[in-house]
């Protein structure tokens, strides 16, 4: 060993920062630290302090108590460090806690501490555990910084050559590989590496990286499959639940995906982007009642946290106003107070955000209408038009939720004007095209639209089991609801036509099929119905020739 | 006010996570009297008493915890690769001041060789030993790890009178022999063995053995895990 200076005393070089509200805890382990031949040591009691501190200074391990009273948490800052890149990968983040059991830290599992100290922490404890640290630090320093530096395949070549000479670290260095190739896209090697050390073991960490490859390969039963099984065995691995849930969402299943989300959050309720996920699921589900509750949690969650973020709240408000949408019931009113007030602490929460109050008075037009306060809903509509007259200057999401209102108020010429213009803008964004395809289909409440799509199903029921008037009429109700849906009117032509080939010559059921079709006049090329369209109308003309 | 549903053994279970989180707080103001008062302290009786029930009680706690979490079906091993002798020196670590109060004098001696085992579920069961070890032993506690029949073996050894027949086995403990009756509830046995038997791979999971002899000359504490 040629340093021999730093190997007697590994502590001595580095800059540490001690975060504790508790002053005796700090100067304690100030005290231990000191004590173990630390030199550079800064004590602060809070996280505006730690984030200050780093900003302006490096640090190279960080000791920080998970609780700190009122605000952010131990977990806050370091989400906070590590995504604003304050902390480097091969700067340690030790969490200090009160639990024996992990759970409570486990909130957002995207950035991870590198160790978890468990209090009482003794001198001896300290030592031992930061100096095993440090010279695993030491060690793979020369990983780490190729992974800051975004140098990947070089950091993958430092893990392949350190592999057989630091047995020691064969789990970090085996994890850092799989995940490496995984973010190079090289699937190939990511599933290698992880079959390798499945080869020797069953590990779960290894299972959760196979699925993941699995996943990103499109291989969506067999990711499915692994993680069910992962689950089976250990039902408090929670990273295998959102990633199961993935797997769920790409097979097509949102409703079973909804399900293991909801099972995770029983287990872990802290998580927020697990929240967040839940919310967007149940809303496209619509299970408002349960997406609602998951944007509280997580603008809850986000109150100290990085991902805050404006979003949330204004999918809780529209969320509720959906809810409370033409119930005039006290649970119906109340949800509309919660909507806007929800409304109103975004706006003076991300008061400095561009748009803010315009997509806020968007929806609390909304709200008003719904609970029949038309004079308030004008008002504000009145209000706001003139900003959003220029439509070609409105994004895709602001301006859905304007049409939207604008349905919602009657102005449905205005709506269908605003979405024809912005489905031609956005003809390249299929996921925008979807959407407006939506409204312009359904362009009714929350209570309709479930009625008219439960009216769909039903119909379709009918359909295959062989009952065409039933069918019909089913369709038929449904359409008295959302008449220019193109799927609806599309079902309904279809059974009508059966019905013509059993008993041939009615004129009234091709004139009712012409009717639907006539509807559908306007359909876009670029609409997903549009084939179907073309054909069922060829074949009316060949069937009323 | 009949049927209030309540939930008997979630309320136990909190108030023991409460328990056990105050006896944290406990036993870290513990440590830091000793190291702030070390001369004054440092052979009291009274005070190496103190934090040794207190240390007791709070692996108590860890392991109804445990336990809890093993009735509700909500633990699993997560099971990583360690290096073994670390895993030890560090964990020993923890017990060390009041082992220096004690007088009692500690070796390690691990092969170096990784390990298979969950670190968290390995630490409880390894607290409530060396306690254990630390109540029957004389003067002499020493941890062995090595490699026996494709199994990680990691054992306790003390110097005192050694394990009373009726509790030497081998194998696994099920619920029901844990005798409330008797001084011992052998709690800390039956968390051990479960933690053991958590530790599965293919067709062969863990188990803890318990003899006396050892090259220490009294009870010797073994968890075999596959």
């Known amino acids: ?545 | 006010m009949k049927d209030q549903n309540i939930d008997f053994s979630m309320v136990l279970a909190s108030a023991v996570h409460d328990m056990k989180n105050s006896l944290g707080m406990l036993l870290n103001s513990l440590d830091e009297l000793r190291s702030e008062h070390e001369e004054s302290l440092g052979e009291s009786s009274r005070f190496n008493t103190l934090q040794y029930e207190a240390e007791r009680m709070h692996n108590d706690l860890v392991q109804l915890l445990g336990i809890y979490r093993l009735g509700e079906n909500n633990l699993s091993a997560h099971i990583e690769e360690h290096f073994v002798p670390d895993f030890l020196s560090e964990h020993l670590a923890r017990h060390n001041p009041l082992l220096q109060g004690l007088g009692i004098d500690v070796s390690v001696d691990a092969e170096d060789i990784n390990g298979f085992f969950d670190e968290d579920l390995l630490t409880g069961v390894l607290n409530n030993t060396i306690n254990n070890a630390i109540r029957y032993t004389r003067s002499r506690i020493r941890l062995t790890a090595g490699e026996r029949d494709g199994y990680l073996v990691i054992g306790v050894e003390d110097d005192g009178k050694g394990y009373p027949d009726s509790m030497q086995h081998t194998g696994t403990l099920n619920f029901k022999s844990l005798d409330f009756k008797s001084g011992s509830t052998s709690l800390g046995l039956f968390f051990a063995s479960s933690v053991a038997r958590l530790h599965s791979e293919g067709k062969r999971s863990g188990s803890i053995k318990l003899h006396n002899g050892g090259s220490l000359g009294g009870g010797v504490f073994e968890i075999w895990l596959p």
């Not at chain 1, 946290?305 to 949408?325: P, W």
Request: net charge negative; with cysteine; glycine share 4%.
């Open chain 1, 1 to 545: 060993m040629t340093d021999t200076k730093a190997d007697a005393n590994p502590f001595g070089k580095l800059n540490y920062l001690v975060i504790d509200d508790f002053e005796n805890f700090r100067l304690s382990i100030r005290q231990m630290l000191r004590s173990c031949g630390a030199d550079s040591i800064e004590l602060v009691s809070n996280a505006s302090q730690a984030i200050q501190h780093c900003t302006y200074n490096h640090v190279d391990v960080v000791l920080c108590d998970f609780n700190l009273g009122e605000g952010k948490n131990g977990q806050h800052i370091l989400e906070d460090l590590r995504y604003k890149k304050l902390l480097k990968r091969s700067s340690l983040f030790l969490m200090v806690t009160a639990e024996t059991s992990k759970e409570m830290v486990m909130g957002a599992r995207e950035y991870q501490p590198d160790a978890y100290l468990t209090k009482p922490i003794n001198r001896a404890v300290l030592e031992k555990r930061l100096s095993a640290l440090i010279s695993q630090r030491n060690t793979l320093m020369p990983i780490n910084r190729e992974i800051d530096r975004e140098n990947y395949p070089e950091a993958i070549s430092l893990c392949l050559q350190m592999l057989p000479r630091q047995p020691r670290y064969k789990t970090w260095l085996m994890k850092t590989l799989g995940d490496l190739y995984f973010q190079l896209g090289d699937l190939a090697h990511a599933l290698k590496t992880f079959d390798d050390v499945l080869a020797q073991r069953e590990l779960s960490w290894a299972r959760l990286g196979r699925c993941k490859v699995l996943l990103a390969n499109r291989s969506f039963d067999q990711a499915v499959e692994g993680l069910r099984e992962l689950i089976a065995n250990h039902p408090d691995y929670m990273e295998a639940y959102d990633l199961l849930a993935e797997g769920f969402e790409r097979q097509g299943r949102p409703t079973q995906a909804q399900q293991v989300l909801e099972k995770a959050i029983e287990h872990s309720p802290n998580a927020l982007l697990r929240q967040k996920h839940l919310a967007q699921l149940a809303g496209s589900n619509q299970d408002l009642e349960t997406s609602s509750e998951a944007w509280q949690r997580t603008i809850e969650l986000g109150t100290h946290s990085i991902h805050d973020n404006s979003e949330h709240y204004l999918a809780l408000g529209q969320a509720l106003s959906d809810l409370s949408e033409g119930n005039l019931e006290e649970e119906g009113k109340e949800k509309a107070r919660e909507a806007l007030t929800v409304l109103k602490k975004m706006e003076k929460r991300f008061e400095a955000e561009e748009g803010i109050s315009l997509r806020s008075q968007i929806v609390q037009c909304r709200v008003y209408a719904g609970q029949s306060q038309d004079k308030e809903a004008t008002e504000i509509l009145e209000r706001i038009r003139p900003k959003l007259d220029n439509a070609a200057a409105l994004d895709a999401a602001t301006g859905l939720d304007y049409a939207k209102t604008l349905f919602r108020l009657g102005h449905e010429s205005d709506a269908k004007a605003l979405l024809r213009e912005m489905s031609e803008r956005f003809s390249n964004e299929p996921d925008i095209l979807q959407k407006i395809e939506s409204l312009l289909d359904e362009p009714v409440g929350f209570r309709q639209k479930i009625k008219a799509r439960t009216l769909n199903r039903d119909g379709i029921k009918a359909f295959e089991a062989g009952n065409l008037q039933e069918a019909a009429e089913i369709f038929s109700k449904a359409l008295e609801i959302v008449p220019d849906h193109a799927a609806l009117n599309l079902n309904l032509v279809q059974v009508l036509m059966k019905e013509n080939d059993n008993s041939p010559g009615d004129a009234e059921l091709l004139k009712r099929c012409q009717t639907c079709l006539d509807r559908l006049a306007g359909l876009p090329e670029q609409h997903r119905q549009h084939r179907r369209y073309i054909a069922l109308q060829r074949k009316l003309k060949g069937l009323m020739v």
